[in-house]
Nanobody, 126 residues
Framework: QVQLVESGGGLVQAGGSLRLSCAAS????????MGWFRQAPGKEREFVAG????????YYADSMKARFTITRDNAKNTVYLQMNRVERDDTAVYYC???????????????????WGQGTQVTVSS
């Protein structure tokens, strides 16, 4: 009965910053790799960033690495996505998800994650 709830999205100007949060319930979070994904209207859901259970192993989609940072606070059951120098193309619904227990070491495909949060909208304006 793991639940994930995203927050922190909103309207931001190009070049600005946002920090997204994902609050989790359930013990699964403590030992799970967590990921952020995003989906823009008419586009497929794409991987953004991942972080292992310890919080020290992070990985990113190549296009995100220079601007986004993923962190987690296991004591608070929360994972974060710091978004810097946002661009128009960053506009999307952002989702957090927990990796399935028997998947790859650094999963990037949505099929390896469950459960999912409901998403938070990020809109970048100019």
């Amino acid at each position: 009965q793991v639940q994930l709830v995203e927050s922190g999205g909103g309207l931001v100007q190009a070049g600005g910053s946002l920090r997204l949060s994902c609050a989790a319930s359930g013990r699964t979070f403590i030992s799970s790799t967590m990921g952020w994904f995003r989906q823009a209207p008419g586009k497929e859901r794409e991987f953004v960033a991942g972080i292992d259970a310890s919080g020290f192993g992070t990985y990113y989609a190549d296009s995100m690495k220079a601007r986004f940072t993923i962190t987690r606070d296991n004591a608070k059951n929360t994972v974060y996505l710091q978004m810097n120098r946002v661009e128009r193309d960053d506009t999307a619904v952002y989702y957090c998800a927990a990796a399935r227990p028997l998947g790859p070491i650094k999963p990037t495909s949505a099929q390896h994650f469950d459960p999912w949060g409901q998403g938070t909208q990020v809109t970048v304006s100019s």
